[in-house]
């Protein structure tokens, strides 16, 4: 299957601090690429999807101006979490949509997560 | 926008007997539905997908069933080995453009030895 990988796995700070975890797909180029947020034993909650070269679609409840997301090439995604506070601790998670056939349906894979800890 | 049930939140079944787990979802425009299976502290993983245009796909041990009718999909885990044990995921989405994927809320199959 395709690769995607992310950075950083782990990260702490100090609430206030902003975070910047990047998402790339490592064998294919993806136009479109999706952040989900994972809270313990919950599922996935999509956030926001970035589309290459234009502004992000956010999820409603999502605050776009918090959770900054720059999808600047087709193999690069960016989530920068401004001002962190605890309640942002949380496993975030990109996923990369591959392409197929016109028509056909696209496959999701999802990068390894980035677990954030906001002190 | 599409809404997907899933049942049951937890599944402990006795390794060698198999497991299903269900899935409805809302929109009938939904032609493409994956299965993710998540181990603790990683990333989910396909294991098996069907479109609209099938009925039944099998991948060994796992199966997968659709009734557009009715909008709902199983997945059906036979022999299950002590591995099997996960958070799986049912997920529906509409094909092209940039159609997002709507997740359930997941199922925790836990297999006994």
């Known amino acids: 299957g395709a690769v995607v990988s992310q950075h950083p796995s782990r990260v702490i700070c100090k609430s206030g601090t902003s975070v910047k975890i990047e998402c790339r797909s490592l064998d294919f180029q993806a136009t479109t690429m999706f952040w989900y947020r994972q809270f313990p034993k919950q599922s996935l909650m999509l956030m926001a999807t970035?589309?290459?070269?234009?502004?992000?679609?956010?999820e409603q409840g999502v605050e776009k101006d918090k959770f900054l997301i720059n999808h600047a090439s087709l193999t690069l995604s960016t989530l920068t979490v401004t001002s962190a506070h605890p309640e942002d601790s949380s496993f975030y998670i990109c996923s990369a949509r591959v392409p197929r056939l016109a028509g056909a349906s696209e496959t999701q894979y999802f990068g390894p997560g980035t677990r954030l800890l906001v002190l | 926008g599409e809404n997907v049930e899933q049942h049951p939140s937890t599944l402990s079944v006795q390794e060698g007997d198999s497991a299903v787990i269900k899935c409805t979802y809302s929109d009938s425009a939904s032609n493409y539905f994956p299965w993710y299976k998540q181990e603790l502290g990683k990333r989910p993983q396909l294991i098996i997908d069907?479109?609209?245009?099938?009925g039944e796909k099998k991948d060994q041990r796992i199966a997968v069933t659709l009734n557009k009718t009715a909008k709902h999909f199983s997945l059906h885990i036979t022999e299950t080995q002590p591995e099997d044990s996960a958070v799986y995921f049912c997920a529906a989405s509409i094909a092209g453009g940039y159609q997002k994927v709507t997740f359930g809320i997941g199922t925790k199959l836990q297999v006994i030895p």
């Open positions: 970035s589309n290459e070269g234009s502004k992000a679609t956010y």
């Open positions: 069907i479109r609209s245009n099938v």
